[in-house]
């Protein structure tokens, strides 16, 4: 039985995407609805875990260790769970409240000094808007959460093209892609998304720094779908903060230069910096970048090498300011939403 508040939340997480799929289902089955109560709380609870572990089975991008795959609640909650849900069909729930909810959810869990924060929806939208995708860009958050950004940016094309509802999912599926080592948070952004109009299915769990481990941790990661160079927009908000690091040796491994600090031996480096290489590598020439960071990342003499890392790769082009006020509760950086524009890619700056 499922006691810690993370256990707790994260059987909850698997229980909504169970009945976000059983919605989905039910328009084009005659089978008859898992989710529904049964004869008994053990009835219930017993075709409620068949039905997740066969849901389990076929996502191992989100659900990676034997352990994740199995309901951990008692019978009589997740009878009652189901009892709640039932007469609800949760794709029709509205997705900005949805997602929001599922930021501030996920947020309460969390503990501190992990660099994780609730990113304001006004942050989130005036960010979406000022990199205006469009139907030609492939989109990637390699820090995705509860998927605030990549929610935002399906909300915006479907007020850019209404009654393109089909081709707009489709376009999210391919179109939309999310990285995070949070399977709990994994879990909320495919449930959100779902919600929007799915591009759910390019959302996996992983570790997007440490590349070297992709091959034995996150072979999910491996293939052309999450391969440098290929995404015209990123958008994230990293994890952050002076204590929350990338050792020397994980970046060296990694390839991530920009933690030699511009000397020329590997330090441990602010998590944040590393984000800001793993997104240019991740764009194609060209490609826009929007990152929200500290601004003593490009205002202090202690990080004077990032302008010097900065300048012959990425390019300036819009500094929105984030007010003090709008991380108040989770921490006290002054920070800003940067727009870069990639203009050279490692072997130019190199060769």
Not at 37 to 58: D, G, I, M, Q
Not at 66 to 83: C, G, N, P, Y
Not at 113 to 142: K, N, S, Y
Request: proline content about 4%; hydrophobic content about 40%.
């Amino acid at each position: 039985m499922a006691t810690r508040r993370e256990e707790q939340l994260n059987q909850i997480c698997n229980l909504l995407l169970l009945k976000l799929d059983c919605d989905r289902r039910a328009h084009s089955t005659d089978d008859p609805p898992i989710f529904c109560p049964r004869s008994s709380p053990s009835h219930t609870a017993r075709e409620v875990r068949r039905a997740f572990l066969k849901l389990a089975r076929a996502s191992p991008s989100v659900f990676l260790e034997d352990s994740d795959r199995e309901l951990r609640l008692s019978d009589e909650t997740i009878a009652l769970a189901v009892e709640r849900l039932a007469p609800y069909r949760l794709m029709d729930v509205g997705v900005a409240s949805m997602a929001v909810a599922f930021q501030v959810l996920r947020a309460a869990t969390l503990k501190q000094g992990e660099g994780q924060f609730f990113t304001p929806q006004q942050v989130i939208q005036a960010g979406v808007r000022l990199l205006q995708v469009g139907w030609d860009d492939l989109v990637i958050d390699p820090a995705c959460g509860t998927g605030g950004f990549l929610v935002e940016v399906l909300l915006e094309m479907q007020r850019k093209y209404p009654g393109h509802e089909q081709d707009l999912s489709r376009w999210a599926r391919e179109h939309v892609c999310g990285i995070d080592k949070d399977g709990i948070a994994v879990k909320l952004t495919k449930a959100v998304m779902q919600i929007a109009g799915d591009g759910s299915a390019s959302c996996v769990r992983g570790d997007s720094v440490r590349t070297h481990l992709w091959s034995t941790g996150y072979r999910q990661l491996l293939g052309g779908c999450y391969q440098d160079g290929r995404f015209s927009v990123v958008l994230t908000n990293p994890p952050f903060g002076v204590n929350l690091k990338v050792s020397a040796a994980d970046a060296q491994q990694a390839g991530l230069d920009i933690a030699k600090c511009g000397g020329a031996e590997f330090q441990d480096l602010e998590i944040g910096l590393v984000f800001l290489q793993r997104a240019h590598q991740l764009l194609r020439v060209g490609g826009r970048l929007g990152i929200i960071l500290p601004e003593t990342y490009f205002f202090s003499e202690n990080y004077k090498f990032v302008l010097e890392w900065l300048r012959p790769r990425l390019k300036p082009e819009v500094v929105l300011n984030v007010p003090m006020e709008a991380f108040q509760g989770f921490c006290r950086a002054k920070t800003n939403f940067y727009v870069f524009r990639k203009i050279a890619g490692e072997e130019q700056v190199n060769g």
